[in-house]
């Protein structure tokens, strides 16, 4: 059963920093795309950053320049490092690991995709 569980949330400043792990467990994740998304109230669950299997990375414009994501394939683990905070990034944020796959040649594409449960980040005066 394949679970993830994030760590490293909390309350902050501006300009502050935080660091979020998620260790993963229950299978080999060193082929999926290894990420994280946020979800303020009264918004939609939006991308972050994530990092496919060949370690590309694709960041949100909002956090571009101050958030950076990493992988241990080894420890089945992501974190993302966040610097720079703004109260805007205020938000729950889940981690995710998610692969596409073909089970035939003429087989539509499947994703497997799993979530945390989430942590809360605060950034406050």
């Known amino acids: 059963q394949v679970q993830l569980v994030e760590s490293g949330g909390g309350l902050v400043q501006p300009g502050g920093s935080l660091r979020l792990s998620c260790a993963a467990s229950?299978?080999?994740?060193?082929?999926?795309?290894m990420g994280w998304y946020r979800q303020a109230p009264g918004n939609q669950r939006e991308l972050v950053a994530d990092?496919?299997?060949?370690?590309?990375?694709n960041v949100a414009d909002a956090v571009k320049g101050r958030f950076t994501i990493s992988r241990d394939n080894a420890k089945n683990t992501v974190t993302l490092q966040m610097n720079g905070l703004k109260p805007e990034d205020t938000a729950i944020y889940y981690c995710?690991?998610?692969?596409?796959?073909?089970?035939?040649?003429?087989?539509?594409?499947?994703?497997?995709?799993?979530w945390g449960h989430g942590t809360q980040v605060t950034v406050s005066s």
């Open positions: 995710n690991v998610n692969r596409v796959s073909y089970p035939c040649i003429e087989c539509p594409p499947v994703r497997n995709e799993y």
């Open positions: 229950g299978s080999i994740f060193s082929r999926y795309t």
């Open positions: 990092i496919s299997s060949s370690s590309d990375t």
